[in-house]
């Protein structure tokens, strides 16, 4: 049976999906469900930002701006307006794509280090009215006592987490198939072609404002649930999220991971926020590592770890076949 | 005497994709001209003369030294400059302040006024523009600029990519003439050019480049009328039509 | 004193620090053509160098000594983290997005790394000038006033550096075209490291303009540079001109919106000024269009 390559694409991710839904039968531990549900968040925060910076070549340097609009809109929404937090849920990826469609006014024809530039200052925009508006937002405090996801009259508190993580995962699974189906589409591919080849791409009647607005709202849509679903799971709020560790982390995850796969970014979100907890004990030492691993990997892995799988996977099966036995034996040799 | 210049089953390329194979020419005494199709790697051997981009094999021996290896500074300060094709130069900087550039090398510092006074005897026009930013000049203004930034170098050997690239008639034999004064005062010349007459007016000893080989040579003494290298450019059997 | 006199010297005080942590970043994008996020984190450590080489708990030199010691040390500090950070990454396409993930991750491992090594206790060194001066009415820091006449000079001699000197207009040209720049026979690795280690030293500066009226702590350099990164896009990137006059604007916006409009509503003033500025001149408000210095 062959299979086109979108559908073996989805049997991989169907089974990827249904290895992570079994999953928690095995890990009973509260911490280790904790982890999970961190790597589902950041990668899928990270995974959209690869739709705007690694497929539409725009680097937004707010992207998690737009986390924080979603994380205070679902906030806001079920504290302040007593919203049911579901709908809230919906509204912070609303707000987000909305927030992501006012950023493409001022960015719209700016090219290379100005848009960098323009998408930082709008995200101090965003955390300046947040900081301002302490009396709602709780200011640089934050805000406390936001209320939780709720699933019928299931006690979210005492059951190690599962339904966070099931919902996490419910989550991921719709941005995965989400961000996959974009860059596939036809508007995907004029994305692509937009970045390598803008003059020629525009001349070929490719809209630059209409495929600037779609990547950069598309990336905001799960960028912002994820920041409500953050809201609902921690149940706190903290302007933290507009800060640049965070952006350096989620960052590095996309650069890491390897730019315009998807895929890479969710990879390195697993491995950093893993390498994150593995250090979390020794305290200072922790950035100092994370920041020495993600130069030493840019130095050695220039195509991010995606790119170093690739080529390992390329050179096992360069070894299966002759020729690659002969090279493999002689490397051995020398 | 030793050559100033000699080069040696030079080969060179952009990344794994080879450009020059095995190009070998001396200058002896005498301005080299080099001409063929464009695309058959006559910028690249310039460039890999002149220390911009690495030989992947062979040898260039200049002033004595194997300078196979240096990088393109050290290369200079032994005296050999390269004025590159259509040169942008330095656009938001003034006349003045580039040819102050120019006597960047150690051993052209010493002889900065010198060779400054040298440059505008050359080109005089270029005293009318002295604090206007390059950018500013025309395509000819910004060649003589270029060849005067070279000067301030100190030369022994200068190498010219087409020089004349673009340039209106009257321009170019102005430029020649310029030129030539250089060759006059003791600089050896390494020019390529499309304009054969004007090859032929600076240079003594041709050869043809064609698929990254020399593909023909002409030695000093030998005739070298234009017919004759326009059938060596266009193949025999063009000839007739010249 | 009268409120437009109060409303100046703030305006030039905070326009002095905003210019002489600006000037830094701008000469590293003009030269090298990437940013440098490490730039904050640089001027704590000139900070915290200072104190190291002054304090009489630490070396306890004499100001003289160990202020210049401090910028020299940070200066050879940025020589490094060029070498390390940005060099491998240049002639790639995506140097400036490397360049960028690379620079936060060190400014990361410096941060933590002051931390680690000067602890968390707020430390602070001594004002450039020590007593207050009688102005008018009220009386005004002389450190502070020291740093609006300081400034201006040193940005002054930068500016004579760029422009009167064989090695400052190296640095524009290879600004402008690194080709021709090797082909005059230019160490362009050497260049960059020079103009790295420039705005090093700058930052370091501000840094200890900082310590002498605030504390210090590890994490100081993050809000300068934030404010550092306004001014440029405010001025305009592609030269040091433009930052330096931004920088005395932006100071003189703050002052006048703190007391009018009030202090919590000023920073979102500015970003909202900030991003109707750009939508009309994205280069800058002083920019021409191509880069290049002074």
Known sequence: MKLSGFKRELCGMILGLAVLAILPVFIQDTYLRHLLIMIFVYGMVAASWDLSLGYGGVFNFGHLALFGVGLYTYALLTKQLGVDPWLALAASGGAAVIAAGLMVIPILRLKGIYVVLLSFAFSQLILQVIVSQSDYTGGNQGMVMVPALKLGDHN?????????????LTLLSACLLFLRVFVRSALGKSIVALRDNEEYAVSRGVSLGRQRLLTLTGSALFTGIAGGFYGGYFRNTSTDVFGIDLTTLILSMVLLGGRATIYGPLLASLALTLLSEATADIGVWRPIIIGAVIILVLLVYPGGLAGALTAGWRRLSAMRTPRGQGAAINKVAS | MSDLLEVEALE??????????????????????????????????????????????????FAGEDVTAWPARRIVELGLLHVPQGSRLFPDLTIRETLRLGAWPRRARPREARNLERAVAIF?????????????LSGGERQMVAISVALMGDPKLLILDEPTLGLAPRLKDELCAAIRQVSDEGVR????????????????????????????????????????????????ELGPLT | MTVLGQILLSALFQGSLYAMMAVGLALVWTTIGVFNFCHGVLMTLGAYLAWQFVDPEALGLPMFVALPLALLVVAAIGFALQALLIRPFIGRGDVVLVAVITT???????????????????????????????????????????????????????????????????????????????????????????????????????????????????DMGTEPLTKALVVVIFGGIANITGPILAAYIIGLFEAVSIYYVGFYWTPALLFAVLIVVLMVRPEGLFARSSRGLA
């Open chain 1, 156 to 168: 979210m508190m005492r059951d190690k987490k599962l339904a966070y993580y099931y919902i996490a």
């Open chain 2, 189 to 236: 010349l390494v020019v390529v050019e499309q304009d054969v007459e004007f090859l032929l007016d600076l240079a003594d000893h041709l050869y043809l480049v064609n698929h990254g080989e020399i593909a023909a040579e002409i030695r000093p003494g030998e005739s070298m009328n234009h017919q004759a290298i326009m059938e060596m450019y266009f193949g025999r």
């Open chain 3, 104 to 218: 936060l991750a060190a400014s990361s491992i410096l941060k933590n790394g002051t931390l680690l090594v000067w602890g968390p206790r707020p430390k602070s060194i001594p004002p450039l000038a020590p007593d207050t001066i009688a102005l008018g009415a009220s009386n005004v820091s002389a450190h502070q006033l020291a740093i609006i006449a300081i400034t201006p000079v040193v940005l002054g001699l930068v500016w004579l550096f760029l422009n009167r000197t064989r090695v400052g207009l190296a640095l524009r040209a290879v600004a402008q075209n690194e080709d021709a720049c090797q082909l005059v026979g230019m160490n362009v690795t050497a260049l960059y490291a020079l103009a790295f280690g420039l705005a090093a030293a700058l930052a370091a500066l501000a840094g200890i303009f900082f310590g002498g009226f605030k504390f210090m702590s590890p």
């Open chain 2, 12 to 61: 060179s390329g952009y990344g794994r994709i080879g450009i020059l194979h095995g190009i070998s020419l001396a200058t002896g005494g005498h301005n080299v001209g080099l001409f063929g199709p464009n695309g058959h790697g006559k910028t690249t051997l310039l460039r890999t003369i002149s220390g911009v981009i690495r030989a992947t094999r062979g040898k260039i021996r």
């Open chain 2, 124 to 136: 005089p026009r270029l005293k009318e523009r002295w604090n206007q930013p390059v950018k500013t």
